[in-house]
């Protein structure tokens, strides 16, 4: 492996009680340089947004928890699948809680990008939003959209119509990343 030379220093967060909660932006054990953010959880009233601590991504769910009780404490509830405002005000309060990691839950999804493929009239549809893995996305029909007096007869994820077809006003595929489909006249 080797040996790389680096400085590292060590950050601090001041905590009134040694109390803390740390909020990452993915899940902290898939890579060394998980972005994340510590504060005070004694003075933590209100959940951040991903936007506050500039985690910039689409497709935010909601925060998982770890919640870390002192040794002594030895807790039997069951933590909430979903960490929301009402649990950080209990676990705030509970004198046992040492510390609360959150980790970002983020939706599977993507973007769909319309190509025209060489159109020669009409406008090609545009489409701003994310789209979850389990959502049903109706496919454009532009009746304008024509190519050489040809008219608009599928989308399909390859340009030269070899790839997965759709129908115009179908519905499209689920999407787990970003997808271009280009018109086929």
Same mark, same amino acid.
């Given at each position: ?11 601090? /967060? *001041?905590?009134? =009680?040694?109390? %803390? ?18 504060? =005070?959880?004694?003075?933590?009233? &209100? ?35 979903? %960490? ?45 939003? %994310? ?14 959209? *024509? *190519? =050489?007096?040809?008219?608009? /007869? ?5 340009? =030269?119509?070899?790839? /997965? ?17 280009? &018109?086929?006249?």
């Amino acid at each position: 492996w080797g040996e790389i030379p680096a400085d590292l220093y060590a950050q601090w /967060t *001041k905590a009134e =009680d040694g109390r %803390f909660i740390t909020y990452f932006f993915d899940a902290p054990y898939w890579g060394p340089n998980v972005d994340y953010q510590t504060f =005070d959880l004694s003075s933590e009233t &209100a959940l951040r947004t991903p936007e506050e601590l500039g985690f910039g991504r689409e497709g935010f769910l909601g925060w998982s928890a770890e919640v870390y009780f002192i040794p002594e404490a030895n807790p039997d509830e069951e933590i909430p699948e979903w %960490f929301t405002q009402r649990d950080l005000d209990r676990y705030r309060e509970n004198p046992s809680v040492q510390g609360i990691g959150l980790t970002a839950r983020w939706a599977t999804g993507g973007h769909i990008l319309y190509d025209g493929n060489g159109n020669t009239e009409g406008s090609v549809p545009m489409d701003p939003a %994310f789209h979850s893995i389990d959502e049903d996305v109706t496919l454009p029909f532009p009746a304008d959209l *024509k *190519k =050489d007096g040809g008219v608009l /007869t599928s989308w399909n994820t390859a340009a =030269d119509g070899s790839g /997965t077809g759709y129908f115009p006003g179908g519905r499209g595929p689920r999407l787990s990343e970003d997808l271009t489909l280009y &018109a086929q006249y």
